[in-house]
């Protein structure tokens, strides 16, 4: 797989393509701005050309904005959804000079409204922000932890959103924190391949298109967005090793969001990374 970590841009898109180069990276995620905040600064087009030659440069194959957490499509108050859709918008705008492939947002939650009618204002946000969509850009839905009203932390729900829009540049992304923590046992080769069929099934595998690796310390189905190392929470290092003996989900990029400084991302790339090559090794004789 095209393993990466998140990285920060405030100081920066050339100190973040030299830091992602310095841990590693194959791919880079990162937030085009303040994730906390509705407003939007004007592009710097030649920070973010200079971010596009510098990844190429370095071997970054793969890279991903991540839309701010302030995003909720699912919402029925109308200057979310419109401050929402601005956001959405602009990473659109920033993707498309950068030469980033994926736009990577959380969908927000449906409040006290019927479940059913929050899903089909998703839905509606979803075919607005799609037609501003340039061309080489994918829109990815990640799921949720699944707690109270969120929309996304069933495959189920995913899976049904894909089709109500029938989109050829709108795909998922996986948190493997988010699916534990929604109620999903990956911590086994049974558990992974029951979820696998399951992705198959509801969303298709050729609609999975990137991976977020966390693990995490929440309780199985503790519907709490909690990341941790990887390897030393309660997914473990027989979680992820089942995720690599699945030969379906080969060569997607998988994006690091363990928490910490530059040694934790480096410890957390070079653990994702043994596991993987030793799960192709042949067994010992």
């Known amino acids: 797989m095209i393993f990466g970590v998140h990285v920060h841009v405030a100081a920066g898109y ?21 994730p906390k905040t ?23 194959e793969t890279s991903v904005i991540h839309s ?19 956001l959405l918008k602009n990473d659109f ?10 736009v990577n947002t959380h969908l927000g939650s449906y409040g006290t409204r019927p479940r059913a009618e929050g899903f089909k204002a998703v839905v509606a946000a979803l075919a607005t922000a799609l037609e501003f969509i340039p061309p080489q850009v994918m829109l990815v839905l990640e799921n949720s932890a699944g707690a109270g009203q969120l929309c996304g932390g069933t495959m189920e729900e995913l899976g049904a959103l894909l089709r109500a829009l029938d989109h050829p540049q709108l795909g998922v992304c996986i948190d493997t924190a988010h699916a534990w923590a929604a109620g999903y046992d990956i911590d086994s080769q049974a558990g992974v391949d029951r979820f696998v069929d399951l992705v198959a099934t509801e969303i298709s595998l050729e609609k999975l298109l990137l991976f977020h ?14 990341h941790w190392h990887i390897g030393e929470g309660l997914i473990g290092f027989g979680g992820f090793r089942a995720i690599a003996l699945r030969p379906e989900l080969r060569g997607r990029p998988a994006i690091l969001e363990t928490p910490g400084e530059e040694a ?17 090794e042949p067994a010992p004789r």
């Open 14 to 34: 050339r100190n973040a393509v030299t830091y992602a180069e310095r841990v590693g990276c194959r791919a880079v995620q990162f937030f085009s701005g303040n």
């Open 38 to 60: 509705y407003r939007t600064a004007g592009m710097d087009e030649a920070a973010v050309a200079s971010f596009r030659q510098g990844r190429s440069a370095a071997g970054i």
């Open 68 to 86: 701010p957490y302030l995003i909720n499509l699912a919402s029925d108050d109308r200057k979310i959804t419109a401050g929402s859709l601005h």
């Open 93 to 102: 705008k920033v993707a498309d000079a950068g030469g980033v492939r994926y």
């Open 213 to 226: 690796f966390n693990d995490t310390q929440v309780p199985l189905g503790g519907h709490r967005d909690r």
């Open 264 to 280: 934790d991302d480096l410890r957390n790339l070079q653990t994702i990374r043994a596991i993987f090559e030793g799960a192709h």
